[in-house]
Every structure is written in structure tokens, then in C-alpha cells.
């Protein structure tokens, strides 16, 4: 079973992308979202105007199952209902999951003359995969208002486009996290009076919405702050406010790793696990970066002929790493070894990455400066460190090291295979 944590009071980031989704039957976690899970905001540091976000299976209205996202806000001693999002996840390929919108409401008294609840026409308002700055879409369609004015056919336009990726700053957790910037550009055209606002959200892969404000045409502006959330996770030692889960999440959705340790669907715990602190070994970096690559062979794939003599053609990781060797991208630790349970440090993962994406450079590369104080311009893996460097794919340990000689984590290998192979 998947593992559903208890409360975290805010130490989280989180994705999602308009402003509700997710799907129990999803084989991946890129929307965040499942049936039971729920996120709780704050409107300023006052504390005011308290809302739950929660996620419910709804088999009642369409044809089939969708999920209802409900947000509901605490006034005057009760809970209002607000707005209502129906969507479902289409699973279309790896790493390709798509979130539809079939039909969304708003209940609100800032505009059209006192309460009113505006509801699009049921139908595919829009379908968005994995996003990224500069995309955008747009929905025009129709709706109907009902009010104290009575009730009306309604025209519904809206742009939206992700504006950036950016560092947002949660006052009610304990810092800042990375985050799309999203930004809703609504018309509504009514008989009575026409309005118009913009919504606009910060999200965080895999975690959900940390942030939106939305900016009406009467002047009101509202923000609210992610105060507190309980969203299922795929691994039970790497939960959502692990400092590398969204990282360990994108190679998850991914395909490039199924975990240390599997879950049993036949037991009420969560069995999945992904080891976060263990070492990399050679053998399993070489999985990594195949899979990385599109480039995993057929099972039987060494044949009778092992790659290195430390390699046998029945050991499990034979075949990948025959493909790194065909690949280029190693030729063994010396005298036909290849050292497949040696831990990969972090010069080494230097290494295998550059070659990876064939980015090597040249003997000399470092003239006479080297990229870390720890990384001299004549150590042997200069060049390919500082090429990393280049890449953006890492940014060093802190205080000017990258720490050569370190072994590398399977957090912090999540981080490196992110930034190397998905990030762009």
C-alpha cells in the first residue's frame, strides 16, 4: 500500500497545477494528487480566513470516475464551500501523465452584485502535461451564474501561462521553496455586470500549490499561504518533506528507479522504500544513467561474454553495463575490472555524467584555475567537474568544496540525474 503521513505543519513544497488534480489509478505522482489527500492555507500572517483543499473520488457526476477537488473556507463559525475542480489523470506514456479538466464552480461574494456561484458547462476545458516556464493555454466557453440577480448564461475566457520558476517565501514554514509561477487571466461576461480577475499560483512538483493570490476587479486582493497538508507518498523513508523528495520523485516518475525495496500490495503498511542515505554502487550507477538514457537492454543481453572480468554474463547488472561500455561511457577501474560494488564518488559521477551527455572536455580544460578549492586545476578529474559546473548540474557541497573524493548518496544521485537528464 501507499503510504499516507500524518500532518506536516508546514515545512513542505508542493505541486499541482491549476488549482486542483490528481488520480488514485495514476502510476506516477507528478500532479500530487490522490483521493483523501488535503492541503490547509492561511490567508496573511494573521492567521485569517482558514481553507482545506481536499481531494475526493466522485463516481457520481459524469459517466465515469473523476476526482473532485473542493476547497471550503472557515467564515463566521462555519465552513463555506468555494470551489469545486473535476479532472482526472490520463496515463499516456512515460513520464507523460496528463491532468483533464472537465468542469469547475466558484462560489463568491467579491463580485456581480453579492453571492453568486458561476459553473462552466460540463466538457474538456483543458488537458496540460508536465508544464515548464513559458507554456501557455487558453480555455473560451460558456457557463451559467446564479445569484440574487437570477440566473445567467455566462461567457468564461481565460489565458494562462506559466510565468516562471522561482524561490517563494512561506511564512507560516520554515523557508523558501522553488516554484512555478502560474498566472489565470479570467473574463466572465454576465448581462448584469461583466469581471474580470487574475489568479495566480506557485506549485511545486509533486507536493502541490504553496501559494495563490488572486487580484479582483473591484481592487481586493487575496493571498493564501500553505499552512499544513496530508498527500499520499510512493516511498515510506523519503515523505514529502524530505529535502530531496522532489528530486527522488522526478527519476521516479521517470522510470530511472523503482526504489531499494518494493511495496507488498498485500499488506496494510508501506514496504516501498528508496534508501536515500546508502551509496551508490558502480553496478546501480550504471542502471541509472541507462535508463537515464533510453538505452536498457534485453534481458540476456551479455550473452556468454562478460564486459570485465569482475562482471559475469549471469550477474544482474551485466547488461547495463555492457551498454555503458558499448556507450563509451566507462572502460573499468584498470586490469579488466570494472569494481561493480565500489561506492561512485562524486569526481567519478563527474565523470559518468559528462560522458553521458557527451560533454567531455578537452585535456587542459581547467588552464590554471580549478572550479572548487577542493578541485585543483591539476587533479585528474578537473575538467570533467568543472564542465558540470557549466552544465548547472551541480553547485558543490558549500563554502567553495565539492567534495571529489565523497561518496555519492542515492539523494543526492536523484539530484544529479534530475539536473543532467530531465531538468531541461
Known amino acids: 500500500m501507499k503510504l499516507r503521513d500524518v500532518t506536516l505543519s508546514l515545512a513542505i513544497t508542493f505541486f499541482l497545477l491549476t488549482a486542483p488534480f490528481a488520480a488514485e489509478a495514476q ?12 492541503w490547509d492555507y492561511v490567508e496573511g500572517p494573521s492567521d485569517t480566513w482558514p481553507s482545506r483543499v481536499q481531494v475526493t473520488l466522485d463516481t457520481a457526476t459524469f459517466s465515469s470516475p473523476t476526482y473532485l477537488m473542493a476547497t471550503t473556507e472557515y467564515q463566521n463559525s462555519t465552513w463555506v464551500p468555494m470551489e469545486n475542480w473535476w479532472y482526472d489523470i490520463l496515463e499516456t506514456g512515460l513520464n507523460a501523465s496528463e491532468l483533464r479538466v472537465w468542469q ?3 462560489n463568491s461574494d467579491i463580485d456581480l452584485n453579492g453571492w453568486f456561484t458561476l459553473t462552466s458547462y460540463s466538457g474538456l476545458i483543458w488537458a496540460k502535461r508536465p508544464i515548464t516556464v513559458g507554456d501557455s493555454w487558453t480555455f473560451s466557453g460558456q457557463g451559467w451564474a446564479s445569484g440574487p440577480l437570477g440566473s445567467d448564461s455566462v461567457g468564461i475566457y481565460i489565458n494562462s501561462e506559466v510565468l516562471d520558476y522561482e524561490s517563494v517565501d512561506v511564512p507560516f514554514g520554515n523557508g523558501s521553496y522553488n516554484a512555478y509561477k502560474i498566472s489565470h487571466s479570467i473574463q466572465i461576461l454576465h448581462a448584469h455586470a461583466p469581471t474580470s480577475l487574475t489568479k495566480t499560483i506557485w506549485i511545486t512538483p509533486y507536493l502541490g500549490i504553496i501559494k495563490h493570490e488572486s487580484s479582483y476587479a473591484t481592487g481586493i486582493t487575496e493571498k493564501d499561504y500553505l499552512s499544513a497538508m496530508d498527500i499520499t507518498t510512493v516511498f515510506n523513508d523519503a515523505l514529502y518533506d524530505h529535502w530531496a523528495y522532489p528530486y527522488i520523485m522526478q527519476i521516479y516518475d521517470s522510470r530511472i528507479t523503482l526504489g531499494c525495496s518494493l511495496d507488498n500490495p498485500d499488506t496494510p503498511g508501506n514496504e516501498a522504500s528508496y534508501c536515500p542515505e546508502d551509496f551508490v554502487t558502480r553496478e ?15 534481458d540476456g543481453y551479455c550473452g556468454s561474454t562478460p564486459p570485465f572480468l569482475d562482471v559475469a554474463a549471469d550477474r544482474w547488472s551485466c547488461k547495463y553495463v555492457k551498454r555503458l561500455v558499448e556507450l563509451g561511457i566507462t572502460a573499468g577501474v584498470g586490469q579488466g575490472l570494472f569494481g561493480p560494488e565500489d561506492v561512485v564518488t562524486r569526481e567519478q559521477m563527474a565523470v559518468f555524467i559528462t560522458r553521458a551527455l557527451g560533454q567531455v572536455p578537452a585535456d587542459g580544460y581547467c588552464g590554471t584555475t580549478g572550479p572548487f578549492s577542493d578541485v585543483p586545476y591539476n587533479l585528474w578529474s578537473c575538467k570533467y567537474v568543472k564542465r558540470l559546473v557549466e552544465l548547472e548540474i551541480t553547485t558543490g557541497i558549500g563554502q567553495g568544496l565539492y567534495g571529489p573524493i565523497n561518496p555519492v548518496t542515492r539523494a543526492q544521485m536523484a539530484v544529479f540525474l534530475f539536473r543532467a537528464f530531465l531538468a531541461n
Open 27 to 38: 502510476q506516477t505522482k507528478f500532479w500530487a494528487m490522490e483521493a483523501g489527500n488535503f
Open 284 to 298: 546501480a550507477m550504471a542502471v541509472f544513467i541507462t535508463r537515464a538514457l533510453n538505452q536498457v537492454p534485453e
Open 104 to 106: 469547475f464552480s466558484n
